[in-house]
Each structure stands twice: as C-alpha cells, then as structure tokens.
C-alpha cells in the first residue's frame, strides 16, 4: 500500500501542473482555477464520443463544461461556506481520493452526467462516497423543479401554476368543498384550459348528480363542460346532463346529431323518421321534416339516375357523367343537380326542379340563382332566356331577374358566354355607372357607345375610339353619332 501511496505522489509531484493538495494557504477561488488547469489537461484522454448528446443547464451553458463545472462549484462552496463543518477545514480526511476500483464511469461521463451505457444519472448517483460530493458539482435541475406535486398547494396556487404549464396533481382535492374552491378559482382566472381540466377532474371523481347539482349554479363551468361533451362525443353523458337541467329541446337536438354516424342511407332515412316526433321548437320541426323528405327522394333520384347513366340510355349523362352520388347532400345542391339534369321534366316528378321548388318552398331568389348557374354551366343560353323571362296578364313579356342583372352578367361570363349574349344582359343594367362598368370591362362596346350617346357625352365618346379597332363597325358607330351631334348643335 506505501508503495502505490508513494508512486501516485510522485505521479502528482512530477507533473507540470501544481498539485491539488489540501495544505494551501490560498483561498478557495485559487483551489477552484486549480482545479480547473488540471482538468483542462486531461481533455485529450476524455472520452468525446457522446458529444452529439450534450446537455445544457438551466443558465444556458452545456453540462458538463469546465467553466460550468468552476461556477456551479463556487455558486455552491459561496452559499454554504458559513454552515460548512470542520471536516472542510485545512487538513480535513473527508476530501478523500477519488475510488481507484474498476468502474463504469469515465471522466467524460464525471462531467457530463452520463455513464459508459449512456444512461443520465446526476454524478451524486456515480459517486457514492459522501466526501467526494464536494470535490465536482452535481449535476442537477434547480431545486423548484423538484418541489413535491403532492405538497400542499392551495386551490388559487395550484390554479396560478396550471396558468403557467406547471405540472400539478389534483388528487390531493378529496373533499366536496376543496373540489369546488378549486373549480370556483379556475373559472376566476378566465383560462378556458384550466377550467376543461379541473372539470375532467370533477367529472372523475364526482358522482354525476353531484357534479350536476353544482354545475346548474356555475353556468360558465357548465357551458364549458357542454361544449367539452359535445367535442369529444360522450353523448351518453351529455343527454344525461341535458336532461338533469330539463332542456328538452337541447335533448333533442343531440339526439338529432346522432345522425351524421349513421353510414347507411336506409337506417339514416329511419333514424330521421324518429326523430320528427322529438320534442323540437316548431321551426325545428319544420327543418327535422324538410331532411327527411329531402333524404327520402335523393334515395329516388339515386336510384333512377344511378339506373339511367349503367343503361347508357342519356345523352346528358353520357356527355357529363356524374361526379359524385346525391345521396346526404343539401337542399341546394340537390337543387342545382335537378337543374343540371332534370331541368325540363314535369312538375309531377320527385327529380323536377318545380316539384323541389314547390316542395321545399325554395324563394324565387335562390331558384334563380341556382338555375341560372346549372344552365349556364351548360351554355343552354335559350334556358337562361326563358328563365329571365315573365308575362304579365295581358301577354306582355319582360325580362326580370330577383337576383339583380348584374349579378347575370357575372354569372354568364364566368360560363364564358358570348358577347352578344352579354351585351343583352348589360342593357338591363339600370344603375347607369354599373353598366359602364360592366361594359367595359367585358368589352361589350356596343353598350359602352350607346350609353355615352343617351348621356350626350362628346368628350367620352371621342376617347372611347381610341379604344376599338381602326375600321371596325364600332369605330364607324361612333364616328357617325358625333357627327349627328355636330349637326344638331349647329341646326
């Protein structure tokens, strides 16, 4: 034993650097920048290879590097030099070598927190001997970060820190009243996340007519707790909750959203069938009935278009094939495929677009539009003109559009529709500035010229030739009214 005592001072006493002895006079800044040349030495014998795994300490600087070892060290040796015992005095035993026995811990892992199985453990855990704990730091996260989560935190401290994304346990809430404190302190803190947490947790560990009985007096808890229901599907609960506060019509309404999980077309049309005689506010009614029958003849349609389009036995589905099954889709879809495809049948027929009309008491406004824009889409221009088209009693004939007429332009020249077909429609523009405008922009330049001349307006005509083409017939249009004009003003 003398023998390797005496080999490893001449070890320490025959190297470069001062040895780290315990009978220095120096303070202990001058031990700690010691300490740290002597480390430094040793970089080239420390393993490197978990580099790419480096940590870093809450002062941003990696674990495990010297300048963070030399400051945690003089962080802690300044805040407890006053309470330090004898046993760190000059001379003391307790600074005892560091263990010379085979072990799993290379200087890489001594400083970086890590073993030679790259499992992080603090070195605390590597170094087992109490008096070596004090020759490196441990490494460690501060010490709020391992408060007890059980520890007795009031409910606005515990609300305070889930505010802040800390992690708290609410088990420690087993009373009635601790449960409802913490629900009452997490509705006052106006953070929708905390009050869905605390309520998954009542909602746990309540029985249910409890948490309904004082929930019914905590109405931004309840509706929070309704809408949490109704996200996650827990519908069974949720019509429990319902019906407990006695809103039938709410009760109701869930049950009627039950429909969008039934798959088959057939049990749907059942389900919507039971569902007319919930107890629904009338216009309810009106609405839960419209789906129903609406549902009732897609079913019709499908099946007879579906029939027609294998057979091969229509043009119209032959040229446009249909892009999708009318099964489940709204009244206005439905609407603008009856038009696309059944446009001229008999009001008699489920698939016609006056029996739907009729039916479903679909406003003149929205009949047109759609109409428009599935005939339209055909470029069926002698269609658009019928539709825009009324008779009075004496068997005069005008065009009329509920929609407005500019609003048929937009459409026909989005279906790019002839200019002779635009310019029709432009005319019917009242608005003088609209149908400049209008013209103008989808140079329907008959229009623009007329209207100039209405309004007598010279300058604008004579700068509006400029614009069509040289020899054209317009150009000619607008050279012949100036002159009519001249001659007028002279007359």
Known sequence: M????????EYWHS???RAFTFDDEDDELSQLKESKRAVNSLRDIVDDDDDDLERVSWSGEPVGSISWSVKETASGSTSSLDGRDSSL????????????QASSYSLSSLFKGRNKLSSFQSLSDALTDTGVKNYAPELRRPKAEYKDYSSDWSPK????????GKVCSLERFRSLQDKLVLLDEAVAGHDGNVITAVLIFLKRTLRREI????LEVRQVALCHLIHFLRETGEQKFLLDLLRFLDRTEE????QYREHLNIQDVEKRREFLKGCIGLPFSAEDTSHIQDHYTLLERQIIIEANDRHLEMAGQSELFRKYPRKASILNMPLVTTLFYSCFYHYTEAEGMFSSPTNLKKTFKIPDKQY???ALAARAKLRAWGDVDALLTTKNWLGYTKKKAP???HRVVEILQRNNAPVQVLQEYVRLVEDVETRLNLATKYKCHDVVIETYRDLKDRVQLTEYKSKVERGSAEEEKIHSILSNMVRNAYS
């Open 251 to 254: 009760v109701a309404l869930s």
């Open 403 to 405: 929609i407005g007429f």
């Open 89 to 100: 005095q000059k001379g003391s035993s307790s600074y005892a070598a560091l263990p010379k």
């Open 15 to 17: 190297s470069k650097f």
């Open 2 to 9: 003398s023998r390797v005592r005496a080999d490893e001072e």
């Open 157 to 164: 401290d515990t609300v305070r820190r889930m505010q802040r």
């Open 211 to 214: 948490l309904f009985r004082e």
């Open 368 to 370: 047109v539009l759609t």
